[in-house]
T-cell receptor, first 115, second 111 residues
Framework: NAGVTQTPKFQVLKTGQSMTLQCAQD?????MYWYRQDPGMGLRLIYY???????DKGEVPNGYNVSRLNKREFSLRLESAAPSQTSVYFC??????????????FGPGTRLTVL | DAKTTQPPSMDCAEGRAANLPCNHSTISGNEYVYWYRQIHSQGPQYIIHGLKNNETNEMASLIITEDRKSSTLILPHATLRDTAVYYCIAAKYSSASKIIFGSGTRLSIRP
């Protein structure tokens, strides 16, 4: 099992360019999430998808769009990148278990720099 | 989700128990306490969770006060590999738990 995979690992963009961050999980989880982490800060939730076909906004959705392509894949799109979107982006997945266990499994992250 | 408060940093000697406190005075009855940690620049890793009883697993123990307004994560024998940022989170259990990460506690283990 690869767990949660993210591509690319690193990316440099110019202001105004667009790109899509890819995320896939092979654990058959229903729920998937996108976070960003700025230097020295905690993670902030951008969007999440409780199940295939649904998506919801998190804390900081502005400037982003998401697509839950199928149960395995959840992509994050920046339509017009801005320097304020320079960050590390983490994808995660989870499956509700017994007695409140709902741990999220995280990918290795994508380090994005917008010049 | 209830807000949590943690000290920004702590240190502990290798081999000793590391006790990380967390305040969650506004936690509601259906919110669990979850702990994650983030080692260096990796993705966060789940450690443990609890509702009102104390919990223990292979990584750590979680002590929740009777009034549920605070909790303590205990790493019984800290090693250098436990150096990380530890996040305490209060969240409802559902099919999609929206986890709100705060700033966490940066734990440094000294040799």
């Amino acid at each position: 099992n690869a767990g949660v995979t993210q591509t690319p690992k690193f990316q440099v963009l110019k202001t105004g360019q667009s790109m899509t961050l890819q995320c896939a999980q092979d654990m058959n989880h229903n729920s998937m999430y996108w976070y960003r982490q700025d230097p020295g800060m905690g993670l902030r939730l951008i969007y999440y998808s409780a199940s295939e076909g649904t998506t919801d906004k998190g804390e900081v959705p502005n400037g982003y769009n998401v697509s839950r392509l199928n149960k395995r894949e959840f992509s994050l799109r920046l339509e017009s990148a801005a320097p304020s979107q320079t960050s590390v982006y983490f994808c995660a997945s989870s499956e509700a278990g017994l007695a409140g266990r709902n741990e999220q499994f995280f990918g290795p992250g994508t380090r994005l720099t917008v010049l | 989700d209830a807000k949590t408060t943690q000290p920004p940093s702590m240190d502990c000697a290798e081999g000793r128990a590391a006790n990380l406190p967390c305040n969650h005075s506004t936690i509601s009855g259906n919110e669990y306490v979850y702990w994650y940690r983030q080692i260096h620049s990796q993705g966060p890793q789940y450690i443990i969770h609890g509702l009102k009883n104390n919990e223990t697993n292979e990584m750590a123990s979680l002590i929740i006060t009777e009034d549920r307004k605070s909790s303590t994560l205990i790493l019984p024998h800290a090693t250098l590999r436990d150096t990380a940022v530890y996040y305490c989170i209060a969240a409802k259990y559902s099919s999609a738990s929206k986890i709100i990460f705060g700033s966490g506690t940066r734990l440094s283990i000294r040799p």
